[in-house]
């Protein structure tokens, strides 16, 4: 089965600190995306990669930036968290057309910015 | 912008009982796809559904999808404790691109 491994289930961090949130696939998947979920708005896009070192905008990204420097690693960075940015993060990977296949996700990040 | 949207907000059903979940859309689509999410946890993909599908099983669950109505629904029958999640539908977004839209789920408890 394929894999995707969140670096931390739980963390807590500071106002204005610089945040990485990492996730691993294991399985050569092409596309990985990160969502954020909050209570009352869904699963939101922030940002998804097709292909190494490149990435492409979602809903919201504003105050995120992602690197993707290997196909297996797609890293999410809150430039200088703010309390509005915490929430459940979760990334995902899919190989393939969309039309075929579904979303691998990870178990989650709950980032609780204080 | 939301693209599916869920109903009802919430179910509660004994065990045993079959649960059916409800997803509509708002523009055409190439796939509908159904997840579930234990609490707390990531999503967990349950079935896909092309736009050229009328109904697709899987294990327990029933899924159809009315193009027309733009509609889609997922049953599950003969419920269990464990199916007790919040379930999502997702639809490709709109002019194909290859990314998904969530909707809002619905959370179903099953009670024993």
């Known amino acids: 089965d394929v894999k995707v491994t969140q670096s931390s289930r739980y963390l807590v961090k500071r106002t204005g600190e610089k945040v990485f949130l990492e996730c691993v696939q294991d399985m050569d998947h092409e596309n990985m995306f990160w969502y954020r979920q909050d209570p009352g708005l869904g699963l939101r896009l922030i940002y998804f990669s097709y292909d190494v070192k490149m990435k492409e905008k979602g809903d919201i990204p504003e105050g995120y930036s992602v690197s993707r420097e290997k196909k297996e690693r797609f890293s999410l960075i809150l430039e200088s968290a703010s309390t509005n940015q915490t929430s459940m993060y979760l990334c995902?990977?899919?190989?393939?057309?969309?039309?075929?296949?579904?979303?691998?996700f990870g178990s989650g990040t709950r980032l609780t910015v204080v | 912008s939301q693209q599916g949207e869920e109903d009802p907000q919430a179910l509660s059903i004994q065990e045993g009982e079959n649960a059916t979940m409800n997803c509509s859309y708002k523009t055409s689509i190439n796939n509908l796809q159904w997840y579930r999410q234990n609490s707390g946890r990531g999503l967990v993909h349950l079935i896909l559904?092309?736009?050229?599908?009328r109904e697709k099983h899987s294990g327990r669950l029933r899924v159809t999808l009315d193009t027309s109505k733009k509609s889609s629904s997922l049953l599950i029958t003969a419920s269990r404790a464990a199916d007790t999640a919040s379930y999502f539908c997702?639809?490709?977004?709109?002019?194909?691109?290859?990314?998904?839209?969530f909707g809002q789920g619905t959370r179903l408890t099953i009670n024993p």
């Open positions: 559904i092309r736009s050229n599908e």
């Open positions: 995902a990977s899919r190989t393939g057309a969309l039309t075929y296949y579904g979303y691998t």
């Open positions: 997702a639809t490709d977004a709109p002019q194909g691109a290859q990314k998904l839209v």
